[in-house]
């Protein structure tokens, strides 16, 4: 075995494959290079799901024939500094390695001309050599045009997906610059067919609405925050459009597409009790923030970043979604925890702040369920109570939503520390015993246990003793209840005070609740549905399962065919 230096074309295909790994990401790159040159428009077309052809035309500054020369050379950009190094980048590229790397594999063609010039300048590059250089006549702006992608690596063109998967890879790329940067006209055509044509406004709403679906703009709420350095806007969707993949979170950092696990889980735990582990909330976010605190230069493609006030984002975007659920009255917060720092929705100027001040929401709806006076109420299955109402027809399913009761009942009584919850005085003291890390779980949650109204002491060893309950849990298995509920706290740790907190009360109301097969008396159905009305959130239960359904006449008729 002999070392050897590899041949710089060699190097440039190596270092070409890990920025441009598909064509999705050479258009991800001529875009970000438009957007950088101040384009107002961006014209792409894509040919055979962009191996054949892609074509990027924009309307942006442009380049002296000096810049075009250096442009597809590696490592060069007009973007970085000495002075400034890596520290605040405001522009999307800064690497200066995407059309050099294009230019390695491909066949790269390259007209420019900056307004206040007569010509433009044309440049071809044919797998990293310069086939042609001259004048040439062009409308200001650049037109980058990339043929054959990949034809000089067939090792690399073999692991791309279906045309189709890198169709619509493309079309993902582009959805999310439209979402970002609403002020540009964006044009997406492949084969000559036209995918979209958006022309440029002031907010993304009709973006939202023609690239994501109807449906899913109905689903939102608006999200606005604006706390010291941070300013977060956009939209979460309603617990039930929740999916349970990330194929729906949109996150922009200074108007970056980024992947941020971190976000993600701000994002989830503001949701906390409204949704089921296994599924995750929808969102579009924008995140302003300065740039200096951003590090975009922890990936090669720039999908990741770091921030170095971290924590501070995190609680920011948490605080943002868990007002909007509040306002829009999905959820509670622990009082307790709550920061009260931070400049209220009152002060924001953003689209969506906007919209959250004003009185109208378009997508409002009201889900209350009003009973039609003097009809009865039917138990079905011993699962569902039926009720006729004003509008139509109501279920509801009879554990989720005094689930739902009970659990708001418990959160008031630990937060407002209400000392009027009801007790009862076992008959015979109950005795049980625990292991270590249960007891330890015990210790950990006794302030809550006793406000609840539970009163269990250390009788000797392993062995604590029961004395008192809260009134709810009269005739339940105490014992199992309390001990499935150590268990369950001591699977997956759950980060924080509050969100064990809240998972205790969840365990605790769903065992206190009736269940599915309880057999209810009417005044039993109708007090449920009178205290679910008058509960926080009740639009599901802890879990994230809906407590009720509603079925209007109107909706009737239309089944029926009416
Ligand atoms: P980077 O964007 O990281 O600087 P690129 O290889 O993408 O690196 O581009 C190199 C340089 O070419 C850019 O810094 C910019 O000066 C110039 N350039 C590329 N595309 C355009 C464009 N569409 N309009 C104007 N200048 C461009
Ligand atoms: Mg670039």
Redesign the pocket.
Known sequence: MKIYTLPDSVVAKISAGEVIERPAYAVK??I???I??R?STIDIQIEDAGLKQII?Q?N????SEE??K???LPH?????DDEHDLIGIK????????????AAISTLT?K?REKQNPAGYEITIRHGDIEHAGPVGTPP??I?RVDTLFLSVPARKKFLKSAKTELRLITNVVTNFALSYPSLHFVLTHNGKTIFDLPGRENNLGRIKQLLGNSFFEELLPVALEDGFIQISGFIGRPQSALKNNARQFVFVNQRTVTDRMIQTAVKEAFGSLLPSSSTPIFILEITVPPEIVDVNVHPRKEQISFTNAQEIFAAVKQAVSESLQENNLTFKLAKFRTENSARLGETTSFSGELLKSAVLPWDRSEKIAIKPSERLMQIHQTYIFVPTLEGLGLIDQHAAHERILFEEFVTTFVKKKKDQQAYELNKPLTFDLSLSESQILEEFDQIFTELGFTIDHFQGSTFIIRTAPAVFKGRNLEKIIKDMLVDMAEGELPTIDLRTERMLAFLSCRAAVKAGDVLTERQMKDIIKRLEKTANNATCPHGRPTRIQISIAELDKLFKR
């Open positions: 790159e001529l970000e290079n438009s950088d040159a384009a990027v924009d942006g500054e442009g380049m810049d075009l250096l442009s597809f060069t950009t007009s973007k970085l522009t999307l590229g800064f690497r200066g390695e995407a059309l050099a790397s294009i390259i420019t702006g650049t980058v």
